[in-house]
T-cell receptor, first 117, second 114 residues
Framework: QKEVEQNSGPLSVPEGAIASLNCTYS??????FFWYRQYSGKSPELIMF????GDKEDGRFTAQLNKASQYVSLLIRDSQPSDSATYLC?????????????????FGQGTILTVHP | DGGITQSPKYLFRKEGQNVTLSCEQN?????MYWYRQDPGQGLRLIYY???????QKGDIAEGYSVSREKKESFPLTVTSAQKNPTAFYLC?????????????FGPGTRLTVL
């Protein structure tokens, strides 16, 4: 089982629709969760992070976390053609027993989203 | 302007050569990371460093080496032992004092072996 797995895609939605991107993770001790957007040929840019169960909203983006189900998702409302990109889910394990932060992120393979006019 | 710079943007290597990729940050971040991305794939961690003069292997360290002599700099050397080095290389940095430590990425270096 992969440590972080994303829905396989590619995902195609019409302009104005809601795009739903999903991610599951295997380590129950994971603490924080990140969504990055990556345009073709460019580096990833951080969209949102979430660490508590429930929803976190930022503009058209909503991150949802369910630690019991080991599941995190990203909803993009009113999708625009400019949202077309690869979306990467990343997971951080938090801190070790000594309090040292685990800086490492484990990334999923990414989901390609295309928003068509 | 605060940020992470990587150079060069494109790099071509002949088989058997070592090459060094540069990564510099002026964000005052303690931690720095190197990732490799192959077409259609996610990011795989090569090496990371959470403090000057210390670094740890990531998931795919074989054929790579790093140094961390200054807080601002974390160069990556791709050695001739790396059998399939053609890829997109990304450097990132983060703080270590918080709980969530989001990583910020440089623009990347695209390495091609001729």
């Amino acid at each position: 089982q992969k440590e972080v797995e994303q829905n396989s895609g590619p995902l195609s939605v019409p302009e104005g629709a809601i795009a739903s991107l999903n991610c599951t993770y295997s380590d129950r001790g994971s603490q924080s969760f990140f969504w990055y957007r990556q345009y073709s040929g460019k580096s990833p840019e951080l969209i949102m992070f979430i660490y508590s169960n429930g929803d976190k909203e930022d503009g058209r983006f909503t991150a949802q976390l369910n630690k019991a189900s080991q599941y995190v998702s990203l909803l993009i409302r009113d999708s625009q053609p400019s949202d077309s990109a690869t979306y990467l889910c990343a997971v951080n394990k938090g801190r070790d027993a000594g309090g040292t932060s685990y800086g490492k992120l484990t990334f999923g393979q990414g989901t390609i989203l295309t928003v068509h006019p | 302007d605060g940020g992470i710079t990587q150079s060069p943007k494109y790099l071509f290597r002949k088989e058997g050569q070592n090459v060094t990729l540069s990564c510099e940050q002026n964000l005052n971040h303690d931690a720095m990371y190197w990732y490799r991305q192959d077409p259609g794939q996610g990011l795989r961690l090569i090496y990371y460093s959470q403090i000057v003069n210390d670094f740890q292997k990531g998931d795919i360290a074989e054929g790579y080496s790093v140094s961390r002599e200054k807080k601002e700099s974390f160069p990556l050397t791709v050695t001739s032992a790396q059998k399939n080095p053609t890829a997109f290389y990304l450097c990132a940095s983060s703080v270590t004092s918080g709980n969530y430590n989001e990583q910020f990425f440089g623009p990347g270096t695209r390495l091609t072996v001729l």
